[in-house]
C-alpha cells in the first residue's frame, strides 16, 4: 500500500483563525498531542509573523522530537531568514515557502507579472534549499489557477531543490472530479514530478476538504495536509480525524496507509477544543459526542444484535472509551493512574499527584467518578496549568448571596505571590457579582466578554461543570477554563484563570514598548 505522508497545521492555519490563538504552553500541549499521533510533520507556527510566533516555533522545534518541525514562509529572504532561525534546532527541520499563482491573486494580492512569480519561486526555493534539504513549496490558490502555468510552476521549485510540492484549495473553491484531475495533469506535465512528493491542502468553504483531500491522494498526492478537528481559516481545513479514519475504514476504495496512531484522535480533540474554548459539535464526524450514540429503537436493536449494523467504525478505533469503570473514595493513585493510562493519559508524578488531589475532592462531592470526569480532571490539569497562573491571582474563597428578590452579592478572596486581596461587589446575579468583585481587586484593561460557556461533563445532578469563558482585548482573545460540582465556583476560577492571561500580555506588551 502506498504511504501518505500527514502533515498537521493545527499550530499554523489552525491557531490563526479567529478566536483560536493559543499561548507558549498551549502550543507545547497540542504538539505533545500530534506528536503521540504521530504525525508525520508539524508546521509549528509562521515564524516571522511576530516575536511570540517565532519563539513558539523554536521552542516546539525543539521539543519534539518524533516528527518532522516546519515554518511557513513567504518567498522572500527575510522570511526565509526567520524560519530556519526557528526550526535550525528541530530533529528535522523544515522549511515551507508559498508563493501565489492565480492570476487574480497575482494582479491584485501580490501585483506581479506571471514571470516575476516564476522567477520568485525558482530563485526563492534555491535560497531556501541553501539552509537545509527538506524544503516544501506551495502554489498558493493553486485550484484557481492555469494549470499550464502552475505546471511551470511546480517545474521550477522542483529544478530549484523542493523536495515536497502542495497544491492548495486555498478558499476551498474545488471539487473532488476537479482535485483528481489537477494532480494527475501535474503528475504528467510537471517536470521530475517524481523528485518530489506531491501534497494537497484543502479548505472547507463548500464542506467539500475531506472529499477533495481524498480526491487529491487518488491523483497522486502522497502528503496530506490537515488540522485536529479541522480547524483553520473561515469555515476551516481538512479534519485529520476525518480522512485518516475514511482511509481506515474503506482501503478497498482508498489503498493507502499513514502512521497514525488512531486511538489518540478522542483525545487530541478534545486538547485543542478544550485550549480554544469550544467543544466539538454532536454531530461532529469521528469525535462528536453522537458519534457512536444510537437514539431510534430500530438502530439500538440492530447495534445489540450486530454492532456493524450502524457502526461501520468502534468507539475503542479512535480513543473513545466504552468502558466507564467507577472510581469512589476508597479508589487508590495506583488505580486511578492505571485507569488514566488505559484512556490515554501518561502523567508526571507531579501531575499524577495534583490529578489524584483532585479526584479526592470530588469523591467527597459526588456519588461515583467516571471516565468523564477523570479526563475532564486530566485535561484541565494539562491544559489550564498556565505558567501565567505561578505569579498571577488564585482563589482563596468566595462567598455569595442572592436570591429572586435582592441584589446578588458576592465576596472574593484572591491570592496573588502570598497576599491576600478581598473585595465585594453587587452584580446581576451571583455571577456578575464575583466577576464585578474580581475586577475590583485585578483591575484588568478594557476587555469585551465574548463566551461564557457551561456543560456537565456526566450524567446526573451532582456532575462536574466545566466552564469556559473568553475575553477578548486588543484583537486578541484570552480563554479560562474552570471544572467544580459548584458551576460558581468553576466560573469564578475560569475567569480568573482568563484576566491572569490577559494581565499578563498586558505586562509583557507594557515590557517590549
Not at 532561525?85 to 507579472?113: C, N, W
Not at 484543502?202 to 480526491?215: E, I, R, S, V, W
Not at 459539535?281 to 469525535?287: E, F, G
Not at 464575583?434 to 469585551?448: C, G, L, R, Y
Amino acid at each position: 500500500m502506498d504511504r501518505i505522508i500527514v502533515f498537521d497545521t493545527t499550530l499554523r492555519d489552525g491557531e490563526q483563525s479567529p478566536g483560536c490563538s493559543m499561548n507558549l504552553r498551549e502550543k507545547i500541549e497540542v504538539a505533545r498531542c500530534l506528536e503521540k499521533l504521530k504525525v508525520d510533520v508539524i508546521e509549528a507556527g509562521f515564524a516571522i509573523s511576530s516575536p511570540g510566533d517565532f519563539e513558539s516555533v523554536k521552542t516546539i522545534a525543539g521539543a519534539v522530537k518524533e516528527c518532522t518541525v516546519a515554518s511557513l514562509a513567504r518567498a522572500n529572504t527575510k522570511d526565509i531568514d526567520a524560519a530556519w532561525e526557528a526550526v535550525k534546532g528541530a530533529a528535522d527541520p523544515r522549511i515551507h515557502l508559498f508563493i501565489a499563482t492565480s492570476d487574480l491573486h497575482m494582479q491584485y494580492k501580490l501585483r506581479m507579472t506571471p514571470d516575476q512569480v516564476l522567477e520568485a519561486a525558482s530563485t526563492m526555493t534555491a535560497y531556501a534549499r541553501k539552509f537545509c534539504s527538506n524544503v516544501e513549496f506551495s502554489a498558493e490558490d493553486a485550484t484557481r489557477s492555469d494549470w499550464e502555468f502552475l505546471a511551470k510552476v511546480i517545474s521550477a521549485a522542483i529544478a530549484s531543490g523542493a523536495t515536497t510540492v502542495n497544491i492548495p484549495d486555498t478558499v476551498g473553491y474545488t471539487t473532488p472530479a476537479e482535485m483528481r484531475a489537477l494532480f494527475e495533469y501535474l503528475r504528467q506535465h510537471v517536470k521530475d514530478a517524481d523528485k518530489a512528493i506531491f501534497s494537497t491542502h484543502c479548505h472547507d468553504d463548500l464542506g467539500m476538504a475531506t472529499a477533495n483531500t481524498l480526491a487529491g491522494i487518488q491523483g497522486g498526492a502522497r502528503q496530506i495536509e490537515c488540522t485536529v478537528n479541522g480547524l483553520g481559516e473561515r469555515a476551516g481545513n481538512t479534519a485529520m480525524e476525518e480522512v485518516v479514519m475514511a482511509m481506515r475504514t474503506r482501503p478497498n476504495a482508498y489503498p493507502y496507509e499513514c502512521r497514525i496512531d488512531t486511538t489518540q484522535f478522542a483525545r487530541a480533540s478534545r486538547t485543542v477544543y478544550s485550549i480554544i474554548g469550544q467543544s466539538a459539535p454532536l454531530n461532529k464526524p469521528i469525535v462528536g459526542r453522537n458519534a457512536f450514540a444510537h437514539e431510534a429503537g430500530i438502530h439500538q436493536h440492530g447495534v445489540m444484535a450486530n454492532k456493524l449494523t450502524y457502526e461501520i467504525l468502534t468507539p475503542e478505533s479512535v480513543g473513545v472509551s466504552t468502558n466507564n469503570l467507577v472510581l469512589g473514595k476508597h479508589s487508590g493513585k495506583h488505580a486511578v493512574d492505571d485507569r488514566l493510562k488505559a484512556l490515554g493519559y501518561t502523567l508526571s508524578r507531579e501531575d499524577l499527584e495534583a490529578c489524584f488531589e483532585e479526584f479526592k475532592v470530588l469523591c467527597d462531592k459526588k456519588k461515583v467518578v467516571t471516565d468523564a470526569d477523570l479526563e475532564a480532571i486530566a485535561e484541565h490539569r494539562a491544559v489550564v496549568s498556565e505558567s501565567a497562573d505561578e505569579h498571577g491571582y488564585r482563589l482563596d474563597w468566595f462567598s455569595v448571596h442572592t436570591s429572586n428578590f435582592t441584589t446578588a452579592t458576592c465576596t472574593v478572596s484572591l491570592i496573588k505571590d502570598g497576599e491576600k486581596f478581598e473585595d465585594v461587589c453587587l452584580g446581576d446575579g451571583p455571577i456578575d457579582a464575583a466577576f464585578n468583585a474580581i475586577d475590583k481587586i485585578v483591575k484588568p484593561i478594557e476587555h469585551s466578554f465574548d463566551i461564557y460557556n457551561i456543560h456537565s461533563i456526566s450524567e446526573g445532578k451532582d456532575t462536574l461543570g466545566d466552564v469556559t469563558i473568553k475575553l477578548t482585548a486588543a484583537n486578541r482573545t484570552y480563554t479560562g477554563k474552570g471544572l467544580s460540582t459548584d458551576i460558581i465556583e468553576a466560573s469564578i476560577v475560569a475567569y480568573i484563570k482568563a484576566v491572569n492571561k490577559l494581565c499578563a500580555a498586558t505586562a509583557g506588551q507594557k515590557e517590549s514598548a
